[in-house]
């Protein structure tokens, strides 16, 4: 008689469940879909609720208080859970990734010592090993060490099925140190994947049925990646390569600092047709000495050149932004410069915050916080423009004819929804096979975050 084999995870055929929450940036979503690849040869498939999972991963964010206070309450939430399967005779794997886990891993540990797995962004890869450790071993395991370049050797090869709508890392953390963002401690110092890594991904893409891929990266256009040559790209370098892939018909890329929109780039956004015209490019405040504090490293008048060159290279093209009320500091007419940076610009989409102090931040110390009250006021009157601004361009919207990118079915019975170039979630009457497919619409109604159309024809847009 054989005794049993040793729990080999690594050989384990048989099919158990990751159920992971995300919160966060389009990079939180990213690293997740990627934590799902490395467990699929474990035999992880994916649950559609905690309940049923055999491991839940909880991938945090820790850019304001608020996302890691909502990961502690799920975390005793499913401490419960945890508690019955365990009496019921089965186990769940609880890992915390993400940001949250990098800063607070420690914290983590003590304040919810039944989660198994404590990981931060940079050590996805060691995921399979760490899991194997948690399945034999009790108490938590840490890994939030920071070799960066490493994670993108180590991990398999994108899952190259994503869907129409793609996302691609190409860069991670950021040297800029603002005053406020704790995205410097916890993702690291600044990394630029080299150029035919980043190329070979886009090709297994697009082959895998992409037709948009968004690049990613804490500080996407500070990316400066080594091409094969042993040159150095910039990243409009890169985005008039991946123009040259055949079947690529929409590229973004998102997050953007106002520092590094160099000319080059600027260009780009007039000659290269798959660049879609809509820009995440936060600018936070509109007043100079609030940008200063805020170490931002330019001035407002920046901002509104860029804005001005951009709509001269495309006409069409629209902006989004992130601002931040109540940085310490921050005058009643401060607040007005950030007021009139809004209404001279006009954003079609903007995110707007609460200034909120993260532990080990510089903002954090200094004196001069301003009373909450008084930064709800001036969210409250921020948002409402923004509000205002975002309406205003999708009503400006309703009777053009554009060409949108068809994602999948729509919430109801014979819809299928889809994106604008400028993002906006449209949806139409139409067949589901249009899915991965850009056919031309009118758009015939303007909802709060959303377009309805008629299809006017199906056209297979080739890219130039
Ligand atoms: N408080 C409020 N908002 C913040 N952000 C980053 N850190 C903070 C903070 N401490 C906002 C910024 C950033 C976006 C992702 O989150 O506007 O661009
Ligand atoms: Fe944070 Fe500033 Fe870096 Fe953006 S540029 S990630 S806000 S430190």
Known sequence: MTSPAPESPLAAPQRKKLFIRTWGCQMNVYDSTRMADVLAPLGYGPAETPEEADMVIL????????????VFSDLGRLR???????????????????CVAQAEGAEITVRAPWVDIVLGPQTYHRLPEMVARASR??????DTDFPVEQKFDLLPEVNANQGPIAFLTIQEGCDKFCSFCVVPYTRGAEFSRPVAAILAEARRLVAGGAR??????????????EAPDGSTWSLSR??????????LARIRYTTSHPRDMDDALIEAHGRIPQ?????????QSGSDKVLA?????????????????????RPDMALSSDFIVGHPGETAA?????????????????????????PGTPAAGQPFQVPEAEKDARLQELQAVLRRQQDEFNRACVGREVDILWTGPGRHPGQIAGRTPWLQPVHAIGPAELAGRIARVRLTDAHPNSLSAVLLEEKELTPA
């Open 59 to 70: 991938n945090t964010c820790h850019i304001r208080e608020k996302a890691s206070e909502k």
């Open 80 to 98: 419960l859970l945890k508690t019955e399967k365990e009496q019921a005779g089965q186990k769940m794997v609880l890992a915390v990734a993400g």
């Open 137 to 142: 071993a009790a108490g938590a395991q840490i």
């Open 212 to 225: 948009e891929i968004a690049l990613l990266g804490q500080n996407v256009n500070a990316w400066h990646g």
């Open 238 to 247: 890169l985005l008039y390569a991946l123009a040259e892939i055949d079947g």
């Open 275 to 283: 660049l879609m015209p809509f820009l995440h490019l936060p600018v």
């Open 293 to 313: 504090a805020m170490n931002r490293g330019h001035k407002a008048e920046l901002f509104y050149r860029i804005a001005d060159r951009l709509r001269e290279a």
């Open 334 to 358: 401060d607040h007005a410069a950030t007021m009139q940076l809004v209404e001279k610009v006009g954003f079609a989409l903007a995110y707007s915050f609460k200034y909120s102090p993260r």
